[in-house]
């Protein structure tokens, strides 16, 4: 019930390349308007950063320009992979983690292997927000959430 | 369709005292009187709120002689972990879309 969700993709290029792509250029491909705390306000996000150092943060620049903190860096090597704490939504109590690593594969490609795990604690977040349901990550999930059982 | 989490889940788990006594289950099958020792409400509180977990698909039952053993039954929570499954796959397609339209220079 609680096993680590893992998601693995491969892409094709060097693991150096996929992680400078994944950590420095995060903005430039993260799902701004759906995966992000500004939808709340109907908007895209500015951005995504992931600061480049354990300790770093990982947060939102929101469509206003406010910052939502995401979570912290827990590991971060270069061409290898990094990991954060995951507490969107501010759930700082219960944070979940994300680990991202970057393994050379046969052809050229890399494999990229996301885990995260303590998921479970997201669901404090799913039962909050339908009583908290237009505050960023709260109106992300809770619409989504909300059309899914709609469906 | 795989991301699709159900009303009832979620209205069983928006009352803290549910995810309490789900808490509680999750150390192991007990029956309704224990779980009344163990947490801050009276039995038939402890009774509804089963009901209302047992309805939600996130508790089981079952008898044990003349009493009833409540448990956790997996695969309540498996449809949040089935949309949260999505989410990454969304966040990981994105990703591999960004690698494929931008090819890394050759060195």
């Known amino acids: 019930m609680t096993d680590p969700i893992v998601k693995t993709i491969d892409v094709p290029c060097s693991p150096a390349h996929a992680f400078n792509v994944f950590a420095n250029r995060i903005a430039d491909w993260w799902p701004l308007d759906g995966h992000a705390a500004s939808a709340a306000a109907g908007k895209a996000a500015l951005g995504v950063t992931v600061e480049p150092r354990v300790g770093g943060r990982v947060f939102e620049t929101m469509h206003d320009g406010a910052i939502d903190l995401w979570g912290e860096v827990l590991t971060y090597v270069p061409g290898e992979g990094l990991s954060f704490t995951w507490h969107p939504g501010n759930n700082k109590a219960h944070p979940t983690h994300v680990s991202v690593s970057f393994a050379a594969v046969a052809n050229g490609a890399c494999r990229v292997t996301l885990t995260h795990s303590g998921w479970e604690a997201w669901a404090d977040r799913a039962a909050d927000m339908r009583e908290n349901y237009n505050k960023g990550w709260d109106f992300v999930f809770g619409q989504r959430f909300a059309s899914a059982a709609e469906a | 369709m795989a991301n699709t989490l159900s009303d009832s889940v979620l209205a069983a788990l928006a009352d803290p005292t549910r995810r309490q006594v789900l808490e509680a289950l999750r150390e192991g099958p007990r029956s309704v009187g224990v779980l ?72």
């Not at chain 2, 508790?59 to 949260?84: F, K, N, S």
């Open chain 2, 36 to 107: 009344a020792e163990r947490l801050p409400v009276s039995r038939p509180a402890v009774s509804q709120h089963l009901k209302v977990l047992t309805d939600a698909g996130l508790v089981t039952v079952h008898a044990q002689g003349t009493r009833r053993i409540y448990a956790v039954r997996p695969e309540g929570l498996a449809e949040l972990r089935a949309w949260l499954d999505g989410f990454w796959t969304d966040v990981l397609a994105a990703f591999a879309a960004e690698i494929a339209l931008n090819p890394e220079e050759p060195q």
